[in-house]
């Protein structure tokens, strides 16, 4: 009868540390989702990052296995596009992206996708890099997609927009749509 009740205590206690990892792990996440509010008088806004602030650092290997860090930027501007496998706009920007790499040599182009997302596409175009990434998505506070970011050598965000169509990269990038001139 002793061994029975040590082990049923044993067994009980197990069962409560699982519980307790198991509440820690949800009140984490809670926290990580209220931390993407912030509160302005009586009303709750999402969090978002706005043009002229830093942008987050990251570093995350590309398609190639190579480590990309946003802090090297050589002098360049940076083009961050956020995609999503089941956006339509998203694939025609990625059709126009090598294009998009000609016309703006300097520039580097990197796309994210979620870590389940398909980034095969344009696996071999020189110089656009293909990350995946849930936590750089989540540090950029990105909702929509296409999301594009421009930034510019010091790592502050020129511009910052749900994009529409190639146009308006073309836009944000040059100032100008290329094919009107």
């Known amino acids: 009868m002793d ?3 040590y082990i049923s205590n044993a067994i009980l206690w197990v069962f409560m540390i699982i519980q307790l990892a198991i509440l820690v792990t ?8 209220l931390n993407r509010f912030h509160l302005s008088g009586r009303q709750a806004a999402m969090l978002s990052l706005q043009t002229g602030e830093k942008a987050p650092l990251f570093r995350e290997k590309d398609q190639n296995n190579n480590m990309i860090k946003l802090s090297d ?6 083009l961050l596009i956020f995609k999503s496998d089941s956006c339509p706009v998203c694939k025609d920007l990625l ?3 090598p294009a998009l790499k000609e016309a703006a040599a300097s520039t580097r182009i990197i ?8 980034v095969t596409h344009q696996d071999s175009a020189n110089g656009i890099h293909f990350v995946r990434s849930n936590e750089v998505i989540s540090n950029y506070f990105i909702t929509k997609f296409p ?6 050598e010091y790592g502050t965000i020129l511009n910052i927009e749900s ?7 073309e ?11």
């Not at 999301?147 to 510019?152: A, E, P, Y």
């Not at 994009?163 to 990269?169: D, P, W």
Request: proline share 0%; aromatic share 12%; net charge neutral.
């Open 3 to 5: 061994s029975f009740l």
């Open 26 to 33: 949800f009140a984490k996440l809670v926290a990580k989702f």
């Open 73 to 78: 930027y050589d002098g360049n501007k940076t």
């Open 95 to 97: 059709d126009q992206l």
């Open 111 to 118: 796309v994210v996708a979620a870590e389940g997302d398909n």
């Open 147 to 152: 999301t594009v970011l421009v930034i510019n």
């Open 163 to 169: 994009v529409g169509h190639y146009e308006q990269v």
């Open 171 to 181: 836009q944000m990038l040059f100032g100008r749509t290329r094919h009107a001139s």
